[in-house]
Structure formats: structure tokens, C-alpha cells
């Protein structure tokens, strides 16, 4: 008997993997992955990152897939419905505070990805130097009320997509922006291989080199793969309760992992061949994107629609990862609050407001709230290392142990084959058992390593 029947869900297995590739292709791809890649051994890092996903991200995206399709439920349903026990209860409120973790500084860059679609349009950047990109920056995260009013724009827009439900809001938006913005970027691609610094973006991203690679660097790596697969949080148990009972979930995850690493390979050699066209250095974060891309793409022929474009897909990968971000809780207030769709995503989007704005204000280094930060860095490091690095693989940490421990090994082969119907048996006991003792391990060695826990015990010899 098929559960919660009257429940909204994704009307096909297509819908399922754009929604779901909606979600992992976000800021992630285009101002972290790349730059990562790059400043951490290239290649070697890459390696790393395949190791991360295929051990410890595909079995988490299962698990999370699994815990929503099986009881059609939101992350906190889900955890009680297959568990009783009240001591993982946890992973669901977990979840939701981790989520807002996360979408406070989200929307705000969202918001200067917004204005920056219109600064492009306006021509702002035509003659740009490198002081006049940096000042407008400034000018962009310091100026509270243009700030303010660009995060409220998101937050109004993910609201009414959300609104609309997921059908009509999440799977109709996704299904038609993945593809736009797909298209958007082999644009931006076509127009950068013509340039000289091809090879140099190409030797950036892909030469091996083990030695820049550090045990920071693979915190980063694993920190990545939860991040841009949009794990650890409850996320994918939210749009996993939105797959249909036919849908193949291990495909489905490995799918959207692949066309995710595809995205933020191609979003860097088009930035990267630019910003070695013109033999800058490339930079991190923010100022990758809100700097240099803007200083090297307007230099170039045609450059100005280049940027145009090219904001206009960060817009989209912004968006559509916000809305799943979003998801969690709005599921969750629905579902165990008892409230409307359209109550839930208002309530939302007014506790992202309340706690948003002070991240936002905090991004000025010489605002009320500011003065932690250079050029908005550390306040994004801060953030970001936080929730990449320790929420996100906490997170994932007790999916893991909650799937591979709690639930009846006869149950994952059930609802993964589909009832039988997808004959991979094998593919279901390699998952089952790199779940349970590949994963955890990993993820705890890796965090170990990081804190410098190895070297502490080397030195007692
Ligand atoms: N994957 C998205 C990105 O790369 C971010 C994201 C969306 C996310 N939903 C998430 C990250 C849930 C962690 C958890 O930008």
C-alpha cells in the first residue's frame, strides 16, 4: 500500500533528478569547487573529491534518499517513523537548525548574485580596473539597505516558487532553469576556449601535484563533497519523500553527482582560462566572483554579455539550491505543525529574515555588526568551514550509523529495488556495506586527521 497517498511528490523520475540536481548545482560549483580544486593540488585534490563522493557522499545521498521515499515523511517524520527511539530524534532537529545554518548566508550572497545580474545588465563594468571592481564590492556588502532589499528579492523569490508547490513551484522551476542554465554555460565555455589561457586554466584545474595537497585539504575535499551534494541535512530525505515509487534511487544519485562534478568542472575552465587570459591570479570565494570575473569578462569582445549571462546562471544555481534548503523546514512545519504550504513557506522565509539580515550586516568589515571580516572573507570562511566541515559531516556522520544500524537489511533491499522490480543485488550489498563500515570510518578518520589528532599520537613514539 503506497503511503501518505494524498502527499505531493515529483511526477517522474526526470523531475526527480533536475529537482535534485537544482539542488546540488548552487554557489558551490561556481565560487568553491573550482578554486578548491585548483589551489589544492588540482588533479591529486580531484581524486580525493572522487574518493569522498563515491565512499561517503553516493551512500549518504542513498541513505537520505531512502529514510524520505520510504516514509514519505520530511526529515523529522522520517527519523521517528523508522526509529521510535527518542535518542535519534536528534538528526531531524539537527537538520532543521543546520539547514538555517546555512540558508542565513546563502541568501545573502544570493543577494549579491541578484544585484549583480542588474549591475551587468546596466553596463556598471564596462572600463573596469581592479580598483573600481573592488570598490563596488565594497559598495555592494556595505550598504546595508541595498543589501537588505537584494536578500529579501531572493528570499521573495524562492518564497513563490515554494508556494506554488512541488509540482507547480519546485519540479516546473527546476525542470526548466537546469537546462538554461546548462546551455548558459557552454556558452560562457565556447567563448573561453578561444583564449590564450586555455592551457594555463587547464594545468590550474588538472596537473597532479600530491605535494599541495594537506590533510586540511582533504578535510576540504570530504567538506566539499557533503556541500555540493547538498547532504547532511535533510535535504535529499526531503526530496527523496518526493520520488515516486518507481524512480531508481541509486541511479538517480549517481546521475546528479556526475552532471554536478560536470557543472563545476566547466563553470572553472571558463573562469579560470579568462582570469589566465589576462594573467591575473586567481582568487577565493567572493572575490573570485565578484571581482575578477566581472575585471576579466569585460575585457574580453563581446565580454559584457558574457557577464550578463554568466550572472544569470549563478542566479539560478542560487535559487534553486536555496528553495531545497528551504524545503526542510517548510516540509517539516507542514507535516508536524499541521500548517498550509503557503503558512509554512511565510513563517520561512520570516525566521530567514529575523537571522538573516544580521549575517547580512555582519559581511560589513566597518558596520554595527561588522569588523570580523576582510572583504567579506572571514565571514564567509567562518561560515562556511563551520557548516562544510563540521555540521554537514556530523550530519551525514549519523545517517550513516542510523541507516547502516537501525534498519533491517531486507527493508534497504526492498525499497531500494524497488520491491524487486530493478534487479541489483549486488550494487545493494556493496552500498550496505561501504555504509556501514567504509563511510562512518572515513568520515572519522578525516576529522580526526584534521585536528591534528595523528600527528599528537606520532609524537608519543
Ligand atoms: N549544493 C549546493 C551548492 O553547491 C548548496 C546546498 C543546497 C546545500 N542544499 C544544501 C548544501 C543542503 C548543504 C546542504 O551550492
Same mark, same amino acid.
Given at each position: 500500500?503506497?503511503?501518505?497517498?494524498?502527499?505531493?511528490?515529483?511526477?517522474?523520475?526526470? /523531475?526527480?533528478? +533536475? /529537482?535534485?540536481?537544482?539542488?546540488?548545482?548552487?554557489?558551490?560549483?561556481?565560487?568553491?569547487?573550482?578554486?578548491?580544486?585548483?589551489?589544492?593540488?588540482?588533479?591529486?585534490?580531484?581524486?580525493?573529491?572522487?574518493?569522498?563522493?563515491?565512499?561517503?557522499?553516493?551512500?549518504?545521498?542513498?541513505?537520505?534518499?531512502?529514510?524520505?521515499?520510504?516514509?514519505?515523511?520530511?526529515?523529522?517524520?522520517?527519523?521517528?517513523?523508522?526509529?521510535?527511539?527518542?535518542?535519534?530524534?536528534?538528526?531531524?532537529?539537527?537538520?532543521?537548525?543546520?539547514? %538555517?545554518?546555512?540558508?542565513?548566508?546563502?541568501?545573502?550572497?544570493?543577494?549579491?548574485? %541578484?544585484? %549583480?545580474?542588474?549591475?551587468?545588465?546596466?553596463?556598471?563594468?564596462?572600463?573596469?580596473?581592479?580598483?573600481?571592481?573592488?570598490?563596488?564590492?565594497?559598495?555592494?556588502?556595505?550598504?546595508?539597505?541595498?543589501?537588505?532589499?537584494?536578500?529579501?528579492?531572493?528570499?521573495?523569490?524562492?518564497?513563490?516558487?515554494?508556494?506554488?508547490?512541488?509540482?507547480?513551484?519546485?519540479?516546473?522551476?527546476?525542470?526548466?532553469?537546469?537546462?538554461?542554465?546548462?546551455?548558459?554555460?557552454?556558452?560562457?565555455?565556447?567563448?573561453?576556449?578561444?583564449?590564450?589561457?586555455?592551457?594555463?586554466?587547464?594545468?590550474?584545474?588538472?596537473?597532479?601535484? +600530491?605535494? &599541495?595537497?594537506?590533510?586540511?585539504?582533504?578535510? &576540504?575535499?570530504?567538506?566539499?563533497?557533503? +556541500?555540493?551534494?547538498?547532504?547532511?541535512?535533510?535535504?535529499?530525505?526531503?526530496?527523496?519523500?518526493?520520488?515516486?515509487?518507481?524512480?531508481? &534511487?541509486?541511479?538517480?544519485?549517481?546521475?546528479?553527482?556526475?552532471?554536478?562534478?560536470?557543472?563545476?568542472?566547466?563553470?572553472?575552465?571558463?573562469?579560470?582560462?579568462?582570469?589566465?587570459?589576462?594573467?591575473?591570479?586567481?582568487?577565493?570565494?567572493?572575490?573570485?566572483?565578484?571581482?575578477?570575473?566581472?575585471?576579466?569578462?569585460? *575585457?574580453?569582445?563581446?565580454?559584457?554579455?558574457?557577464?550578463?549571462?554568466?550572472?544569470?546562471?549563478?542566479?539560478?544555481?542560487?535559487?534553486?539550491? &536555496?528553495?531545497?534548503?528551504?524545503?526542510?523546514?517548510?516540509?517539516?512545519?507542514?507535516?508536524? *505543525?499541521?500548517?498550509?504550504? *503557503?503558512?509554512?513557506?511565510?513563517?520561512?522565509?520570516?525566521?530567514?529574515?529575523?537571522?538573516?539580515?544580521?549575517?547580512?550586516?555582519? /559581511?560589513?568589515?566597518?558596520?554595527?555588526?561588522?569588523?570580523?571580516?576582510?572583504?567579506?572573507?572571514?565571514?564567509?570562511?567562518?561560515?562556511?568551514?563551520?557548516?562544510?566541515?563540521?555540521?554537514?559531516?556530523?550530519?551525514?556522520?549519523?545517517?550513516?550509523? +542510523?541507516?547502516? %544500524?537501525?534498519?533491517?537489511?531486507?527493508?534497504?533491499?526492498?525499497?531500494?529495488?524497488?520491491?524487486?522490480?530493478?534487479?541489483?543485488? *549486488?550494487?545493494?550489498?556493496?552500498?550496505?556495506?561501504?555504509?556501514?563500515?567504509?563511510?562512518?570510518?572515513?568520515?572519522?578518520?578525516?576529522?580526526?586527521?584534521?585536528?591534528?589528532?595523528?600527528?599528537?599520537?606520532?609524537?608519543?613514539?
Amino acid at each position: 500500500m503506497e503511503k501518505n497517498k494524498g502527499r505531493e511528490g515529483f511526477s517522474s523520475g526526470l /523531475a526527480a533528478f +533536475f /529537482a535534485t540536481l537544482g539542488s546540488a548545482v548552487g554557489l558551490g560549483n561556481i565560487w568553491k569547487f573550482p578554486y578548491v580544486v585548483g589551489s589544492n593540488g588540482g588533479a591529486a585534490f580531484l581524486l580525493v573529491y572522487f574518493i569522498c563522493i563515491i565512499f561517503i557522499g553516493l551512500p549518504v545521498m542513498v541513505s537520505e534518499f531512502y529514510m524520505g521515499r520510504k516514509t514519505r515523511k520530511s526529515v523529522v517524520g522520517a527519523v521517528q517513523e523508522l526509529n521510535s527511539n527518542n535518542k535519534w530524534k536528534s538528526i531531524g532537529v539537527f537538520s532543521i537548525l543546520a539547514a %538555517y545554518f546555512i540558508v542565513f548566508f546563502y541568501s545573502a550572497v544570493g543577494g549579491w548574485v %541578484y544585484s %549583480y545580474v542588474f549591475k551587468a545588465i546596466k553596463g556598471d563594468f564596462s572600463g573596469a580596473t581592479s580598483e573600481t571592481v573592488k570598490g563596488m564590492f565594497m559598495n555592494t556588502i556595505t550598504s546595508p539597505v541595498s543589501s537588505i532589499l537584494w536578500q529579501l528579492i531572493v528570499i521573495a523569490v524562492v518564497s513563490i516558487i515554494l508556494a506554488s508547490g512541488v509540482k507547480n513551484g519546485i519540479e516546473r522551476i527546476t525542470k526548466t532553469l537546469m537546462p538554461v542554465l546548462f546551455i548558459l554555460i557552454l556558452v560562457c565555455d565556447a567563448r573561453a576556449l578561444t583564449l590564450p589561457g586555455v592551457k594555463d586554466s587547464f594545468r590550474f584545474l588538472f596537473k597532479v601535484d +600530491f605535494s &599541495m595537497l594537506t590533510k586540511q585539504g582533504v578535510l &576540504m575535499a570530504m567538506g566539499l563533497a557533503f +556541500f555540493k551534494m547538498s547532504l547532511g541535512m535533510g535535504t535529499m530525505t526531503t526530496y527523496g519523500s518526493y520520488f515516486t515509487k518507481k524512480d531508481n &534511487m541509486m541511479a538517480t544519485a549517481a546521475k546528479v553527482a556526475i552532471s554536478d562534478t560536470i557543472v563545476s568542472l566547466l563553470v572553472g575552465i571558463a573562469v579560470f582560462t579568462a582570469v589566465f587570459s589576462f594573467n591575473m591570479a586567481p582568487e577565493s570565494g567572493p572575490g573570485l566572483l565578484f571581482m575578477t570575473v566581472p575585471l576579466v569578462f569585460t *575585457k574580453l569582445p563581446f565580454g559584457s554579455i558574457l557577464l550578463v549571462a554568466f550572472f544569470i546562471l549563478a542566479s539560478i544555481a542560487a535559487t534553486t539550491a &536555496m528553495m531545497s534548503m528551504c524545503e526542510v523546514a517548510i516540509a517539516y512545519f507542514v507535516e508536524q *505543525k499541521g500548517m498550509t504550504r *503557503k503558512k509554512a513557506v511565510l513563517i520561512n522565509a520570516i525566521i530567514i529574515i529575523i537571522l538573516g539580515i544580521p549575517a547580512t550586516l555582519s /559581511a560589513d568589515p566597518s558596520g554595527v555588526l561588522g569588523g570580523i571580516t576582510v572583504f567579506g572573507k572571514t565571514f564567509f570562511d567562518l561560515f562556511d568551514y563551520i557548516s562544510s566541515n563540521i555540521l554537514l559531516p556530523l550530519g551525514g556522520l549519523l545517517i550513516a550509523i +542510523f541507516v547502516g %544500524y537501525t534498519i533491517p537489511k531486507k527493508d534497504i533491499n526492498l525499497e531500494l529495488s524497488n520491491e524487486g522490480e530493478i534487479r541489483q543485488e *549486488k550494487l545493494i550489498d556493496f552500498y550496505y556495506i561501504v555504509l556501514r563500515y567504509v563511510t562512518p570510518v572515513l568520515v572519522f578518520i578525516v576529522f580526526l586527521s584534521s585536528i591534528g589528532v595523528f600527528e599528537k599520537i606520532l609524537k608519543l613514539f
